[in-house]
């Protein structure tokens, strides 16, 4: 079955270090990978999404992740991290054969002043 | 640009009295559209999505129920509440089609009593 996996649920770093957030996914096929970021009580905004092509992709806020097929894997990473970005942050999955997402339970980030 | 509303924000509602949650996109047309639900410090449950007026898929059985009745409009209704409804509904949009990035409305804080 298609899955995602997000092994962290906690991560606590510093106001100014890197910051990395794991995802993992289980598909037969090339998957569409997204991130999203939530604040407390509010909807889920999109931060970066990866369809084909460069496996290093930009968004926004200065976030970047790298899709990694060998290992599986599409994390999350930021070289430094702002007292705002204190939030949960969810990896989604799609591919061209569904209509449904796929979403990992979802990694919560506290920053250290 | 495309906007999602959904409406009430929050909700107080007593065991057993019914339910009608509303999402409606803007700028755009033929939208799929989804209702997710999040318990608190949970991940985002599928429950139902749309790809055209009319059509519904359900995702989980149980006392929830969706409608479409226009392209843009989506709608989640119960007819009895239960304490387990309780949580934060989400709901999204998708450009026409497969594997294209999902938007989030802000969500309704649904509290069963």
């Known amino acids: 079955a298609q899955s995602v996996t997000q092994p962290d649920i906690h991560i606590t770093v510093s106001e100014g270090a890197s910051l990395e957030l794991r995802c993992n996914y289980s598909?037969?096929?090339?998957?569409?990978l997204f991130w999203y970021v939530q604040s407390p009580g509010q909807g889920l905004q999109l931060l970066l999404k990866y369809f084909s092509g460069d496996t290093l992709v930009q968004g926004i806020k200065g976030f970047e992740a790298e899709f990694k097929r060998s290992q599986s894997s599409f994390n999350l990473r930021k070289p430094s991290v702002h007292w705002s970005d204190a939030a949960e942050y969810f990896c989604a999955s799609t591919t061209s054969g569904t209509y449904k997402y796929i979403f990992g339970t979802g990694t919560r980030l506290k920053v250290l002043a | 640009s495309q906007t999602i509303h959904q409406w009430p924000a929050t909700l107080v509602q007593p065991v057993g009295s019914p339910l009608s949650l509303e999402c409606t996109v803007e700028g755009t047309s033929n939208p799929n559209l989804y209702w997710y639900r999040q318990a608190a410090g949970r991940g985002l449950q599928l429950l139902f999505y749309?790809?055209?007026?009319?059509?519904i898929s359900s995702e989980v059985p149980q006392n929830l129920s969706a409608s479409r009745p226009q392209d843009r409009q989506f709608i989640l209704s119960s007819k009895k509440l239960l304490l387990s409804d309780s949580g934060f509904y989400l709901c999204a949009w998708v450009l026409s089609g497969r594997g294209h990035e999902q938007y989030f409305g802000p969500g309704t804080r649904l509290t069963v009593t």
């Open positions: 749309s790809v055209g007026i009319g059509q």
């Open positions: 598909y037969g096929a090339t998957p569409y």
